[in-house]
């Protein structure tokens, strides 16, 4: 069995920074692929950003040179560092990973969400 529990949501004033955090545990051979998305009340669900075990990373326009995203394979942990935070950001942010078993299935999760709400 796998989990995936994140933290770091809340409320932050526009201008202001939170970091997101993702743990994955559990019966993991390896860790193919994370990343986070979002999704806002009335809204589709939309990729944030992404990244490989290797370190190469993806960005929605929306999140380019405001929200690294970086993970440690060792810890089976992914972050989501973001600044700059406007109003249009304010969502429930999901982490995702691809990963590998121990007994060889080959697993997509989805975390629980964390809410992320910014003042204007």
């Known amino acids: 069995q796998v989990d995936l529990v994140e933290s770091g949501g809340g409320l932050v004033q526009a201008g202001g920074s939170l970091r997101l955090s993702c743990a994955a545990s559990?019966?993991?051979?390896?860790?193919?692929?994370m990343g986070w998305y979002r999704q806002a009340p009335g809204k589709q669900r939309e990729v944030v950003a992404d990244?490989?075990?290797?370190?190469?990373?993806n960005y929605a326009d929306s999140a380019k040179g405001r929200f690294p995203i970086s993970g440690d394979n060792a810890k089976n942990t992914l972050h989501l560092q973001m600044n700059s935070l406007n109003p249009e950001d304010a969502a429930v942010y999901f982490c995702?990973?691809?990963?590998?078993?121990?007994?060889?299935?080959?697993?997509?999760?989805w975390g629980q969400g964390t809410l992320v709400s910014v003042s204007s």
């Open positions: 995702y990973i691809y990963a590998l078993t121990t007994t060889d299935a080959v697993l997509e999760l």
């Open positions: 990244i490989t075990p290797d370190g190469r990373t």
């Open positions: 559990g019966s993991i051979e390896s860790i193919n692929g």
